[in-house]
């Protein structure tokens, strides 16, 4: 069975860092769009950056330009979000999605990806 399984949460203070990471079991995440999303309580689920397959074009919203970074380890079949310059407003459940039919680019945020991992926690406070 497919899966995503997301790591790295946590309560960071404002300012701080943290890395998440997105494991693939029985598939290549080199094969596919791999988004990084996110969702905070009452709010509707937000698409922030995304690594296409093969060329590995990264795009970014808005609200994490320049902050946050997507980066993807073939060996470790792994993708990975480094996130700095935390702020409370980035407390969210994260979420990473696999696009199976993208191929090259980065799907529009909005567009139903294939797999979805279970979310993890990030919380940023002092």
Same mark, same amino acid.
């Given at each position: 069975q497919v899966q995503l399984v997301e790591s790295g949460g946590g309560l960071v203070q404002p300012g701080g860092s943290l890395r998440l990471s997105?494991?693939?079991s029985r598939f290549t995440l080199d094969y596919y769009?791999? =988004?990084?999303f996110r969702q905070a309580p009452?709010?509707?689920?937000?698409?922030i950056s995304c690594i296409s397959?093969?060329? =590995?074009?990264t795009d970014y919203a808005d609200s994490v330009k320049g902050r946050f970074t997507i980066s993807r380890d073939s060996a470790k079949n792994t993708v990975y979000l480094q996130m700095n310059s935390l702020k409370p407003e980035d407390t969210a459940v994260y979420y990473c999605a696999a696009d199976l039919s993208a191929i090259g680019y980065c799907p529009d945020y909005k567009t139903a990806y294939d797999y979805w991992g279970q979310g993890t926690q990030v919380t940023v406070s002092s």
């Open positions: 997105c494991a693939a769009a791999i =988004g990084w009452g709010k509707e689920r937000e698409g397959s093969s060329s =590995g074009t």
